[in-house]
């Protein structure tokens, strides 16, 4: 039945029988638990404050413009070495005098770039006493303020670009042998030779960044202990697209340096500003689009959360100050992007928001943007005291895979972007996390076209099973990190035989809209397309019937499982096994492949069937997410403690801007649902340990693309009413 929108967004907004006056947006001074929100000191299109004039300002249009800010939602200054704007002492002084804390940054005192090593070994004491010298020319600013939030002490978003800057001095071999047993291999190309060398190579000279940090860190510690010292991680190239990239090869990943360098890590990825460094022709076609940045996010939560650390988001905002190689006139009219992006990182785990870089230029994405943040300062400390789920449900991020195949691992973040939608809920565990058979606490395992697995790994995942885990894959690994052959995952998926094949994807695209769109990183000619191979669902899998278009049939052998579906080919959809007293689910085909070619030809049926396939698969598991939307581009996400939790509805471009929402496991009973930026109840009902209500968000009306709802236990909620 066709929904009528106008109608529903009348019930929606007016629901409830109570009507909370909205507060007002913050004008003179900051509140000591206001959400962190930094925003350099530049230009407002809209408001009083500055335009066009010429600097010094005046007192008069500095202080309107601060307090614009602040009335936005905004409660730190950003200044510093790339953070170049009107904030000179003056400015600064007032912004701390009201409240505002300021946000130092810089590019940094390593002494090592992303192409070449420091002039002296990490592991020599001529390093750090290298770097003691930097400290106060770099950072000595910072002392001069009387309210600092954060200091940038690294290079900005580090990584190896390229073996060159690997570093092979005495100090450095001698603690490769210390820590292998082994002479350093001489080369990168000598270590090729050998698979298990070559590992051992490229994690340690990885890590090499990761000794100079920890001393940094103690000495800028020691330098001014006042600030939170930030390191800001890269998009792509630490997270799995550092192949044939920014860098050359898969060398570095996040949570393989750790998190005992700094307190907050700062994350920067751009959909709506630029590209996402998809690979392929996924990149000329970024959708979902929100994927690659829902992907990275859970890989920073991860760090974040294992390291006890705080996550941050750098906030891309529609101005020429950065993405002028970018702007065009659509994107000018999505003058919601900043919001949207900013609660998909604040709902996703970040406590701390920058803008990345500048105050948007246009009136209407300042004006959105503010009216988004104001609603998150009314909650703001609360959301801080909150934290996001963790969900039942991880997905396996590969090193062994990434660095031992040198295969880009970053477009698979469509089927983690699928999973999430169809389950409800995910997040990340790396290979280096399945120590033992408990999954960190997960209850679901996800595998996504890994094909190679330390030996360790798999047994851990077979005990996962065996004592009552679910996986998930659309992939059987059968190589293990020294590219031998690994059988153990056949026999727990019930195969025996399985091909690993998918349509293997080349080149970013890079869409200059001032210059011609063209091949990033110095590619001449274009890539060649990717091989596909295609077949198509047939017949009845979970009691529907399916005829999915599928790309990249994986030609599975089923040897002791369950078929539950099967293609035209004859080979299976879905096979599933019972171990001990956990359960299996291998599905037949690539589903990154399967899922994106459903964009590329517009098959809308087929993209129906596969979200319904695989949300039915996570339904047979019998195990329910802390969210669950129903309408797939509507992402609901919580954050919680035991006195409330906070459910973020964001409209990520859904043509359907209605979605019907459970939410279950809360550790409390709702007792109230309030729209936070609208003052006003949500009707909902509690059953069978679910709470459900159904809620709109649509760009051009009252409710703008974003909502804000705060759920209050049973015995809080009568309380206050009473």
């Not at 602040?70 to 009201?98: C, D, M, P, R, W």
């Not at 047939?538 to 005829?547: L, S």
Request: with cysteine.
């Amino acid at each position: 039945m066709k929904k009528n929108h106008g109608y529903i967004l009348a019930i929606l907004l007016l629901a409830g029988t109570k009507n909370f006056a909205q507060q007002s947006a913050p004008t003179d001074t900051i509140r000591s638990n206001a959400f962190p929100a930094a925003v350099q000191f530049t230009p407002v299109p809209s408001g009083k404050g500055w335009r066009d004039e010429q600097l010094p300002l005046s007192d008069e249009l500095m202080k309107e413009t601060m307090h614009n800010i602040i009335a936005h939602g905004f409660t730190q200054i950003a200044s510093g070495e790339f953070s170049k704007s009107g904030a000179n002492e003056h400015v600064l002084n007032y912004a701390q005098q009201i409240g505002m804390k300021v946000d130092w940054t810089s590019n940094g005192v390593q002494l090592f770039k992303r192409n070449d090593p420091p002039p002296y070994s990490v592991y020599s004491p001529e390093y750090m006493n290298a770097v003691r010298k930097q400290i106060d020319p770099v950072l000595g600013s910072i002392k001069k303020l009387s309210n600092p939030g954060t200091m940038f002490p690294y290079m900005d978003e580090p990584f190896h670009a390229d073996t060159t800057a690997f570093d092979y001095r005495k100090e450095t071999t001698d603690a490769f042998k210390k820590q292998y047993g082994y002479a350093m291999p001489a080369s990168y190309a000598e270590a090729k030779k050998d698979p298990k060398k070559h590992l051992d190579f490229i994690n340690f000279q990885s890590s090499t960044f990761v000794v100079a940090w920890k001393n940094i860190y103690k000495e800028v510690k020691a330098f001014d202990a006042r600030p939170k010292i930030v390191m800001t991680h890269d998009s792509h190239n630490t997270m799995g697209g550092g192949v044939e990239s920014d860098s050359k090869y898969g060398i570095d990943d996040i949570f393989h340096w750790g998190g005992e360098f700094a307190d907050l890590f700062l994350y920067d990825i751009y959909p709506y500003t630029m590209f996402d460094y998809r690979y392929g022709e996924y990149g000329k076609l970024p959708n979902p689009r929100i994927s690659q940045m829902h992907y990275t996010m859970a890989q920073m939560r991860n760090l974040t959360t294992t390291y006890k650390k705080e996550l941050g988001f750098w906030l891309g905002t529609y101005n020429e100050g950065w993405f002028r190689r970018y702007m065009n006139a659509e994107m000018e009219k999505q003058y919601w992007g900043e919001r949207e992006l900013a609660y998909t990182a604040i709902a996703n785990g970040a406590n701390f928001i920058i803008t990345g870089i500048n105050i948007p230029q246009d009136a209407r994405h300042w004006d959105d943007l503010g009216k988004g943040m104001r609603a998150i300062q009314k909650v703001g400390g609360e959301i801080l005291a909150a934290s996001k789920t963790k969900s039942r449900a991880c997905f396996l991020f590969p090193r062994s895979q990434y660095v031992q195949l040198n295969e880009e691992c970053f477009n698979v973040g469509l089927t983690f972007e699928l999973c999430q939608r169809a389950f409800g809920e995910m997040d990340i565990i790396h290979e280096e996390q399945v120590t033992d058979e408990k999954m960190n606490g997960y209850d679901i395992l996800v595998l996504a076209d890994v094909k190679v697995m330390p030996a360790q790994v798999a047994a851990n995942i077979e005990r996962f099973v065996k004592n009552g885990g679910i996986v998930i894959a659309d992939c059987v690994p059968q190589q293990d990190a020294a590219l031998q052959p690994l059988q153990s995952m056949k026999k727990l998926f019930g195969v025996s035989e399985a091909s690993t094949d998918r349509a293997l994807q080349k080149g970013q695209w890079n869409p200059f809209s001032m210059l011609p769109a063209q091949w990033a990183h110095g590619l001449k000619t274009p890539p060649p397309m990717p091989l596909k191979v295609f077949d198509k669902a047939a017949g009845t899998t979970f009691g529907k019937q399916y005829d999915l278009n599928i790309v990249s049939p994986r030609n599975c052998r089923n040897a002791d499982g369950t078929v539950a579906g099967k293609m035209n080919s004859g080979m299976p959809l879905l096979i599933q096994k019972q171990t001990g007293k956990g359960k299996t689910y291998l599905l037949g085909f690539c589903l990154q492949d399967t899922y994106f070619q459903t964009y590329l030809k517009g098959d809308t049926a087929s993209r129906t069937q596969l979200y319904n396939l695989v949300h039915d698969v996570f339904a047979d598991t019998k195990i329910s997410s802390h969210a669950y939307s129903s309408n797939p581009d509507m992402e609901v996400t919580v954050r919680a403690n035991d006195k409330a939790a906070y459910v973020f509805v964001i409209n990520h471009e859904s043509p359907n801007p209605v979605s019907d929402v459970t939410l279950s496991g809360l550790g409390f009973e709702p007792g109230e649902i309030m729209d936070v930026e609208w003052g006003r109840t949500v009707a909902f009902t509690n059953e069978n340990g679910q709470t459900k209500f159904t809620i709109m968000a649509v760009e051009g009306t009252p409710t703008g693309v974003t909502r804000l709802l705060k759920v209050t236990p049973k015995n809080i909620a009568t309380a206050s009413n009473k």
